[in-house]
């Protein structure tokens, strides 16, 4: 990381979940972070909080709603007056609404790929045209995928949550390819969690809080494996995807998991220690 003090990365959905966690380790290791969301207000405290912490970085507050392509825009914008411009981009924000395909609203829907697919390419549009303008060839370009951009679960209300996040999975690919063909180092990644404690759910299910909280309980005894493939040089695309190597049914993540040695973590109910052991 230490090439990476005092450069620009942008992280959105920065508010809760895994954009806050990222904002934080990455102030914590001396970067200059705009974190951007619809409302501010937690991430002005988690900047507050990282400035009392003592991090070498800066978090940098900016309200944005990503469904609005001029605010993006302006964004960029103000991002390229005020810090010349992004070297990091993490395509954090998504969101799911409880609309299945046969009976589903369409607003629901359009909401989904504006924030899930559109939102996620004109940041990376812009991000490489910001690196581009200043000559950077060794900028990153993350999008936080999910496990259902590989799969569909058996839930009407997931589907078209999958849809996006499969298109998550095309899009990371076609922008390795133009990447490569344009001959720079800027790099590409996707990442695939599998459940993830944060508001999500809650968010998901906001009508149904116990089916929320269910989500979540029901996953406390299972392992979740973490496979890393290594990004290449002429912008190779890694892919991280967090599922057990058994039942993936991405046979190629699985047999990269299992060539990889992957390390699973088990989280004891009981509050106990997390124990990491080879798959």
Same mark, same amino acid.
């Given at each position: /990381?230490?090439?990476?003090?005092?450069?620009?990365?942008?992280?959105?959905?920065?508010?809760?979940?895994?954009?806050?966690?990222?904002?934080?380790?990455?102030?914590?290791?001396?970067?200059?972070?705009?974190?951007?969301?619809? +409302?501010?207000?937690?991430?002005?405290?988690?900047?507050? $909080?990282?400035?009392?912490?003592?991090?070498?970085? &800066?978090?940098?507050?900016?309200?944005?709603?990503?469904? +609005?392509?001029? $605010?993006?825009?302006? /964004?960029?914008?103000?991002?390229?007056?005020?810090?010349?411009?992004?070297?990091?981009?993490?395509? +954090?924000?998504?969101?799911?609404?409880?609309?299945?395909?046969?009976?589903?609203?369409?607003?629901?829907?359009?909401?989904?790929?504006?924030?899930?697919?559109?939102?996620?390419?004109?940041?990376?549009?812009?991000?490489?045209?910001? /690196?581009? $303008?200043?000559?950077?060839?060794?900028?990153?370009?993350?999008?936080?995928?999910?496990?259902?951009?590989?799969?569909?679960?058996?839930?009407?209300?997931?589907?078209?949550?999958?849809?996006?996040?499969?298109?998550?999975?095309?899009? &990371?690919?076609?922008?390795?390819?133009?990447?490569?063909?344009? +001959?720079?180092?800027?790099?590409? &990644?996707?990442?695939?969690?599998?459940?993830?404690? &944060?508001?999500?759910?809650?968010?998901?299910?906001?009508?149904?809080?116990?089916?929320?909280?269910?989500?979540?309980?029901? /996953?406390?005894?299972?392992?979740?494996?973490?496979?890393?493939?290594?990004?290449?040089?002429?912008?190779?695309?890694?892919?991280?995807?967090?599922?057990?190597?058994?039942?993936?049914?991405?046979?190629?993540?699985?047999?990269?998991?299992?060539?990889?040695?992957?390390?699973?973590?088990?989280?004891?109910?009981?509050?106990?220690?997390?124990?990491?052991?080879?798959?």
């Amino acid at each position: /990381m230490e090439r990476w003090k005092g450069r620009v990365a942008l992280v959105t959905g920065a508010s809760v979940g895994i954009g806050a966690a990222v904002a934080r380790a990455l102030v914590q290791q001396g970067m200059r972070v705009v974190g951007c969301a619809r +409302n501010v207000d937690k991430i002005e405290k988690l900047a507050a $909080e990282c400035q009392s912490a003592g991090y070498s970085g &800066t978090l940098i507050p900016y309200k944005c709603d990503l469904s +609005n392509e001029e $605010e993006i825009l302006s /964004m960029f914008s103000a991002i390229k007056t005020l810090h010349k411009g992004v070297d990091v981009c993490i395509n +954090n924000a998504g969101l799911a609404h409880n609309e299945p395909l046969l009976s589903g609203k369409t607003e629901g829907w359009r909401n989904m790929i504006d924030v899930n697919v559109l939102a996620l390419s004109i940041c990376t549009r812009e991000a490489y045209k910001s /690196m581009k $303008e200043r000559n950077v060839d060794d900028g990153h370009i993350i999008n936080i995928n999910s496990m259902g951009g590989h799969r569909v679960v058996p839930s009407a209300d997931e589907h078209f949550y999958c849809a996006t996040k499969y298109a998550v999975t095309a899009l &990371t690919e076609g922008i390795r390819q133009e990447l490569r063909e344009a +001959n720079t180092h800027i790099r590409a &990644t996707c990442i695939s969690p599998g459940i993830v404690e &944060t508001e999500f759910a809650f968010r998901h299910h906001n009508s149904d809080p116990e089916k929320a909280a269910a989500v979540y309980e029901s /996953m406390k005894y299972l392992f979740f494996p973490l496979s890393v493939f290594e990004s290449r040089r002429h912008s190779q695309c890694s892919h991280i995807c967090a599922q057990c190597p058994s039942s993936c049914s991405d046979r190629r993540c699985a047999d990269e998991a299992s060539r990889a040695g992957v390390i699973a973590v088990k989280q004891e109910a009981s509050g106990g220690e997390d124990r990491q052991q080879p798959w």
